[in-house]
């Protein structure tokens, strides 16, 4: 007879071999059909502000690891009893989007077209970027996705200009800004970033008046600068009252240097022999003349605590219109503050000497007129960190333009901003909160005009003295309705003018756009314009480099539109590199396309693959990792799918009807509980890379070394309908349940698809679910008791030493399996009277033929290998028959070649 067919085989339509690629977009469709994110069933509100991607090229691994971890949280707070608010959106502004524009129309454009072309190639960014973001299966409002062109969108920026230049954050400031000549426009802060440079490093000397009691040819200041090209344009020499000063003779010259730094700056220049003349006082000071070191000109001495005594001279040489300690300086004390470079770095026509050359290329002019006039002192090379635009890597300068600025010191919103960050926001990571601190603590006002064309213009009329049209507010509401109507392009369309009766005579139309940054930091207040979505709201969560970017000037926004913070939680994580820590990039030939990871594996495994990293720290990608991932994503499917094949038949009557747990039944089901609270406490606090390896944990130890393991016996082969083959299908029920429930926020597409096989659920999608929905029996197991988990794992860890005995002696038995063999224990009591409590399951538990348990009060000997106190076993191959049906050992003592069980499951029930 063949026994096959008396077996209880497992089935299933759940495959062993995903197909993700496939299989995710039949359930794509299927989340759309049941038009899952509008038909949400709860009503406590959570609000994700999403921070926008910049429309312009295919999405990163980067913004694909946000919007995941976005998704995470959002399905973990469904799950929970929410209703999710998860608006995506676009930033749509700004140069990238016209510089793509400017290559393809090289011809130049009227500025109407331009904006129009700017606009269409935007939108049909986002389409492109969107549909990679639906590929990942992330949940939200793609319908009402917002974008920062949208008219209305535009009305929310404009209300919230208006709301901070009414309350008098912002002013015109003709001072030095860092500029981009790659952009042509100034830049904002979080706009540069810092890279290496050479530069030249001289040392230079400014003559004074000579002072004859010191009886030296000549005497002057000593000063270092590592930009040669600012001393035509320098206006003073500024000093530290502070520090102390001396006068230092050097080959019959007097050199004033600052008492800290002499010896450092002496060595460097090369000299050996000096004489301290004398210790300078301020009477000194007050009495003196500086001299331009190659031009006639006389240079003021200003005092300043900008001057530092830890590198250069103590000595610093003033262009005021190029540094902004220089400006301020300059503001202080009268000095002379003149743009002399155009938008590209070449010098105006004006300028005698220079006209018309590129800033850099004087260098090498400034240095051989010090060299004639004998002011060169000292001259190398150098490499030091050096602010560049992070979009170009082009160097800046700081260039003296009129810029609009938000005031950054007005009304306490400097310490109102710190406030909100130190007591009412939570940062994630922890130290987030020190890097919004200092990033407060250090910046400027903000520059908020670009130069640029293609952005919200700043609709405001100026008269020749910069003054503000009396009738600004006016202006500014009727513009609120015409732009709902119009958008912002009304402002260039129309005779601007003529529509708000201007004097086109006295008055001036502001030519400048906003800062991209101004647009999104007005998402939050969007959400609450258009859809009164509550301020503050409860998450925001980019990458770390927000925080000098969007989280700060969001936080700006808020503050000064409403004083009050615009979030509450933030969350940030780190920059994606490849396995060796470098960053992507073209030439590195080291980049990973979310859309490469999608089509060869699926998107479950890039989900996966974002939960297992710890993204409080910079994240690793490699096809090594990822083949990883592919393993434990194989290990926590086979495992659904297990289960899964033996609940073909099970059905609600069995939950009714089941009877008493075994104790390991009760040991597994205790272990899920715990589980499941670790889990649901590591959603809660954001750590999903313990969640993955908790459930990966649980797949491979809990379940697949020890419960399935030895339970498949009971299932495969006891009769259909025994109580005991029942028990364990609910047993298994609940565990698939569970957790198929909890990681269905990362393994959406999986646990979607398995849901769909359940026999029994509440819900058409494991998404309208929840994890508080318990099937009712379940909490019975609640009070198992701790002693019998620790019996438990005493077992396990005989068992352990079993199996590593049964390998080692394989050969010397010829073993098969471990079926195959009688085991005796002999022990003493303390393991007696353990073991004997387990007695019905010792055998099944450690997969043996046969177990038989032996006092033993005299001296037992120790394993040599796998110690145990008190405890020894010997193993012999077991003589018995084997089973043709369930594989174990039996007895033959009548004419059939199945055991008593197995004949009693057959037959009997
Ligand atoms: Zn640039
Ligand atoms: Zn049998």
């Known amino acids: 007879m063949d026994y096959k067919f008396t077996i209880n085989l497992p089935k299933t339509t759940f495959l062993m071999k995903a197909n993700l690629s496939k299989m995710e977009l039949n359930l794509i469709s299927f989340w759309n059909n049941i038009n899952l994110y509008n038909n949400q069933c709860n009503s406590r509100l959570f609000l994700l502000n999403d921070g926008p991607p910049y429309a312009n090229g295919n999405i990163h691994i980067g913004h694909a690891f946000n919007k995941i971890l976005k998704d995470f949280i959002c399905k973990f707070k469904i799950l929970s009893g929410y209703k999710i608010n998860f608006i995506p959106g676009w930033d749509c502004h700004g140069l990238p989007i016209e510089l793509n524009v400017e290559k393809k129309y090289s011809s130049k454009l009227n500025l109407n077209k331009f904006r129009q072309l700017c606009k269409h190639y935007a939108l049909s960014q986002i389409k492109l970027q969107m549909i990679s973001f639906k590929r990942l299966g992330i949940l939200c409002d793609w319908q009402n996705h917002y974008k920062t062109l949208d008219k209305s969108f535009e009305t929310s920026i404009i209300k919230s200009f208006f709301k901070i230049l009414e309350t008098g954050y912002l002013y015109i400031g003709y001072r030095p800004n860092y500029w981009c000549f790659k952009c042509t426009s100034s830049l904002a802060e979080a706009e540069i970033e810092y890279y290496n440079k050479e530069s030249y490093s001289i040392y230079l000397f400014f003559p004074i008046n000579n002072i004859l009691k010191y009886n030296l040819s000549t005497i002057g200041f000593l000063i270092w600068t590592t930009t040669p090209w600012t001393i035509p344009f320098n206006e003073a020499i500024a000093i530290n009252k502070k520090f102390n000063y001396l006068l230092i003779s050097v080959n019959n010259t007097g050199y004033i240097i600052s008492s800290n730094l002499y010896k450092t700056v ?314 060796k820590g470098r960053k992507m990039s073209k030439s590195l030939n080291n980049i990973i396309l979310p859309s490469d990871i999608i089509n060869k594996y699926g998107a479950d495994i890039l989900r996966l693959w974002a939960s297992s990293v710890n993204y409080s720290h910079d994240i690793t990608i490699s096809n090594e990792i990822l083949l990883r991932i592919c393993d434990a994503y194989r290990k926590i499917r086979n495992t659904f799918r297990f289960l899964l094949s033996n609940l073909y038949d099970f059905n609600k009557i069995d939950i009714l009807n089941y009877n008493n747990f075994s104790s390991f039944d009760l040991w597994i089901l205790k272990r899920l509980n715990y589980l499941k609270n670790e889990i649901l406490n590591n959603y809660y606090n954001f750590n999903f890379h313990l969640i993955y390896k908790k459930i990966y944990n649980f797949c491979v130890e809990d379940l697949g070394a020890k419960y399935l393991d030895i339970v498949k016996d009971t299932l495969y082969t006891y009769n259909y309908h025994s109580n005991n083959r029942k028990n364990i299908q609910v047993v298994f029920f609940y565990i698939l349940y569970n957790l198929l429930k909890l990681i269905s926020p990362i393994l959406s597409f999986t646990s979607e698809e398995a849901w769909e096989k359940l026999n029994i659920k509440e819900s058409l999608s494991i998404f309208k679910s929840t994890f508080n929905l318990d099937v009712i029996i379940f909490k019975t197991f609640n009070t198992f008791p701790i002693l019998l988990f620790f019996y438990w794992l005493k077992l396990f860890f005989i068992k352990d030493i079993i199996n590593k005995n049964i390998e080692l002696n394989r050969k010397k038995y010829i073993i098969g399996t471990s079926l195959d063999i009688n085991i005796f224990i002999f022990c003493n009591i303390f393991w007696f009277s353990l073991l004997n409590k387990f007695k019905t399951h010792l055998t099944k538990t450690f997969q043996v033929s046969s177990v038989n348990l032996i006092l033993c009060n005299t001296y037992l000997p120790i394993f040599s290998k796998y110690k145990i106190k008190g405890l020894f076993f010997i193993i012999n191959k077991s003589s018995y028959n084997k089973c043709e049906r369930c594989w174990n050992k039996f007895l033959k003592n009548y004419n059939i070649n199945i055991c008593l069980k197995c004949l009693h499951n057959m037959y009997y029930i």
């Not at 906003?514 to 859809?531: A, E, Q, T």
Request: net charge positive.
């Open 266 to 579: 002496l060595k460097k220049i090369g000299i050996i022999k000096y004489t301290i003349i004398d210790q300078l006082n301020e009477s000194f000071f007050k009495n003196i003349k500086i001299y331009h070191p190659f031009y006639k000109k006389n240079i003021t001495l200003v005092f300043s605590n900008h001057v530092r005594n830890d590198s250069g001279t103590g000595c610093v040489h003033i262009a005021p219109s190029y540094g902004y300690d220089d400006y301020k300086l300059a503001l202080k004390y009268n000095l002379k503050i003149k743009n002399t470079i155009n938008n590209k770095g070449f010098f105006y026509n004006t300028i005698t000497m220079f006209a018309n050359l590129y800033y850099l290329n004087i260098n090498i002019i400034v240095i051989n007129l010090l060299i004639k006039n004998k002011t060169l002192i000292f001259k190398e090379f150098i490499i030091h960190r050096y602010p560049h635009c992070w979009r170009h890597k082009t160097e800046l300068i700081f260039r003296t333009t009129k810029q609009w600025f938000f005031n950054i010191n007005f009304n306490l919103i400097k310490k109102k901003m710190m406030y909100f960050s130190d007591n009412i926001i939570k940062w994630i990571p922890d130290n987030g909160i020190t890097k919004m601190n200092a990033m407060l603590s250090d910046r400027f006002d903000w520059c908020i005009s670009r130069q640029r064309y293609w952005g919200i213009p700043i609709i405001l009329f100026l008269d020749c003295n910069d003054k503000l049209h009396p009738n600004t507010k006016n202006i500014l509401n009727q513009s609120i309705n015409f732009i709902k109507k119009y958008g912002t392009d009304f402002w260039y369309n129309c005779d601007v003018f003529n529509l708000f009766n201007i004097n086109k005579n006295k008055y001036r139309k502001v030519s400048d756009v906003l800062d991209v940054w101004f647009d999104s930091s007005v998402v939050y207040r969007y959400m609450y314009d258009y859809y009164n979505h509550k301020i503050p709201h409860d998450l925001c969560l980019e990458g770390n480099d927000q925080y000098r970017g969007w989280f700060q000037v969001s936080l700006i926004n808020s503050v000064s539109n409403f004083s009050i913070t615009p979030y509450k939680t933030i969350l940030s994580h780190g920059f994606i590199l490849d396995n």
